[in-house]
């Protein structure tokens, strides 16, 4: 009998080839596995993994279907997703015991094993976020039209969470070839999903959809392999997405340090580890079918042990990462730029100065795109992105659903995919709803894999009052980003400042939070030029020079900050105003440098004083620049109160050219 002839499987044709493969993938997953607990038993591995023993029939059959340039998102439960995509088992194993030759330098851990290069996407610790990056990474795969396709694997508890319905539904309204992989393992950490999930299999939301759901015998492998080269020749077609519900089993408890009772029937874990092994059950299709020899069944088993054995000296000889691997893992380099000024007599709008930078952007670079809510014909409610849709298409403007959390995952996973998304956020008090997307996600991607990926993502939008639209539309909240280590933050006050900063925003591979006041949307206009100009990330200006007093105001407050100065400087009194620019990475060379001058400082932000980005630089003032100082550090930020929709108690709220004088006056001597 040929290699290529079919072999029944319980009714279902497969390739003699294609059997050893899964036999060899499945078994390569459960020695792994099996070893890794013990490894764990014995202290070795350490801090926590999760055992794919009783699945691994899913991740052979799915990927066996798949190409080497195709995506793979995988969760907490990873290390089958990983081995099934061609992962390396010395540095999968390095990684478990935490050495610097493993996957993420000893970053990771078990919970983040990914490999770009292989189209591993990587594993995650937090419940349901594979789904949007998987789906970033099938729009990149349909924007670049080469055919990939993007798995996303997850298990039962995610379809509760709101990033299923969000990402199924982009998928869904895109057509983006994403198939949805659901193990349904049947437990939560100790759960049944029966007493979480209102319908009786999580394949019949596909129907909500209007995508494909269904639901297979998660331990066959036959059938797990047909119905996933099913939906993966339609997603290549162009068809959209395809959920499916693998039903299968976990044998041991949610993960290898659980201390808990397993509260799992008897009776119920007996049947599914004793009768439904997925392995044993190749095993006997195998061997009836004599489809593969003992021999040659036991080469492989040998092959495998030895493999393994192999992993674990690797890992256990490898050494351990250092404090400087670690520093270096947070953020990517930033470009060395020389901004030319803000020179010449042509003036624009701050919004005018945002989309001239969007549009040569978009010019220069093909990976580069725009999304969000009413971004596309509309132009955004505040104009940034008007006519941009009629210039590059639909394609590379993208309305969204008003699904911030999965849009924005969506950008995370486009970054990761090698693509420069820009995101929009309509009104950045709604940011809130993506926090896990872009702290958990962007801000740590790059950490947890060793340093080695990059994260090329902008993440931008209107913030703050002024304009009243009351409570929930008028927040400042760059202090939430700022105190997360792997994102930038900018925040420009000037036309100028917009244009060259977003420019190197967008060019920058790090994930970047970039914060347009609304004040200043209705702001004077600037000097800008035409040509295509980068400011460096990380640099002040000095907006004004003086001797008396400093003053680093950020965004909105730069102006108010400059008609007090210009108001004081009548009575001969000289204030430097100092704009950061980028809060961080912060340039505290220059802060401390205008101190060292004027021996006084004032911070002003428009946001709340207490817990505020000012109390930063006051601590790192004191802390670098105290014998420099002649009078306490004064800062002024919003009244502690959520932003009133009354104009006259939104006044009182925002600091003011008033309130700046009279803390200057009480400062100076």
């Not at 599914?272 to 080469?299: F, G, Q």
């Not at 795109?369 to 955004?380: I, Q």
């Amino acid at each position: 009998m040929t290699t290529m002839q079919p072999i029944d499987l319980g009714n279902k044709q497969l390739p003699r080839k294609l059997v050893e493969t899964l036999y060899t993938t499945m078994r390569r997953i459960r020695t792994f596995d099996q070893r890794a607990q013990e490894l764990f038993d014995e202290g070795v591995v350490k801090g926590t993994a999760h055992s794919y023993v009783g699945e691994e029939a899913v991740a052979a059959g799915v990927c066996a279907a798949l190409r080497d340039d195709d995506y793979l998102a995988s969760n907490h439960r990873g290390h089958g997703h990983c081995i099934a995509k061609g992962a390396n088992l010395d540095r999968m194993m390095a990684e478990l015991m935490g050495r610097d030759t493993g996957y993420c330098r000893g970053l990771g851990g078990s919970m983040h094993i990914a490999d770009l290069d292989l189209g591993i996407l990587g594993a995650n610790g937090i419940v349901g976020a594979s789904m949007p990056l998987a789906v970033g990474a099938g729009l990149a795969a349909k924007l670049r039209g080469k055919g990939q396709v993007s798995i996303a694997f997850f298990g039962d508890g995610a379809n509760n969470q709101g990033t299923f319905h969000e990402s199924l539904n982009l998928a869904s309204v895109w057509k983006l070839p994403v198939i949805f992989i659901c193990e349904n393992n049947q437990y939560a950490l100790s759960t049944s999903y029966r007493n979480t999930t209102s319908v009786e299999q999580v394949a019949t939301r596909a129907a909500g959809y209007s995508i494909p759901g269904v639901t297979i015998d998660g331990n066959d492998v036959a059938e797990v392999h047909l119905v996933a080269a099913e939906a993966i020749e339609r997603a290549r077609a162009g068809e959209g997405p395809t959920l499916i519900e693998a039903m299968t089993y976990r044998w041991g408890q949610h993960s290898m340090r659980v201390n808990i009772r397993d509260p799992r029937p008897e009776a119920e874990r007996e049947d599914w580890t004793t009768n439904r092994d997925p392995l044993a059950r190749l095993e006997d299709a195998i061997t009836s079918n004599s489809v593969i020899s003992k021999k040659r069944m036991k080469e492989i088993n040998d092959t495998l042990a030895e493999e393994l054995a192999g992993a674990e000296s690797y890992g256990k000889a490898g050494p351990e990462p250092v404090v400087e691997v670690m520093q270096a893992a947070v953020y990517a380099p930033h470009a060395n730029v020389v901004e030319p000024g803000p020179e010449g007599s042509r003036e624009l709008s701050f919004p005018e100065a945002l989309n001239e930078a969007l549009t040569q952007e978009m010019e220069r670079d093909e990976s580069v795109f725009l999304m969000g809510e009413d971004v596309g014909e509309t132009g955004g409610i505040f104009t940034v992105s008007k006519g941009l849709y009629e210039r590059f298409g639909a394609d590379r403007v993208r309305d969204t659903p008003i699904s911030e959390a999965s849009f924005v995952g969506c950008g995370v996973g486009a970054a990761i995919a090698g693509m420069r998304p820009i995101v929009e956020i309509q009104i950045f008090d709604f940011v809130a709803l993506t926090m896990d997307m872009l702290v958990n996600q962007a801000a740590k991607f790059r950490f947890m894999l060793g340093g080695r990926p990059t994260v090329p993502l902008v993440v931008r939008g209107p913030q703050g009052g002024g304009i009243r639209l009351a409570a929930q539309h008028s927040q400042s909240l760059e202090a939430w980003f700022t105190h997360v280590p792997g994102l930038v933050v900018v925040a420009p006050s000037t036309p100028y400042d917009a244009k060259g900063l977003l420019m190197s925003a967008i060019r920058d591979d790090n994930p970047v939070i970039f914060l347009e006041s609304k004040l200043l949307y209705l702001g004077a206009s600037g000097p800008v030029p035409e040509q295509p100009y980068a400011i460096p990330l990380g640099k002040a200006d000095i907006k004004r020079k003086g001797t008396d007093a400093t003053v680093v105001a950020t965004s909105s407050m730069v102006p108010r900050a400059l008609a007090a100065a210009e108001m004081l400087a009548r009575e001969g009194i000289e204030i430097e105003i100092v704009d950061p620019r980028t809060l961080k990475p912060l340039d505290e060379e220059t802060i401390l440098a205008s101190v060292a001058k004027t021996n006084r400082l004032l911070i002003v932000h428009e946001a709340w004083r207490s817990g505020g980005f000012g109390a930063e630089v006051a601590a790192m003032v004191a802390e670098k620049g105290f014998d420099d100082l002649d009078a306490p550090i004064a800062r002024i930020g919003a009244l502690d109160t959520p932003m009133p929709y009354n104009d006259e108690l939104e006044r009182a709220v925002i600091p003011s050219q008033d309130r700046i004088i009279e803390e200057l006056r009480t400062l100076l001597p």
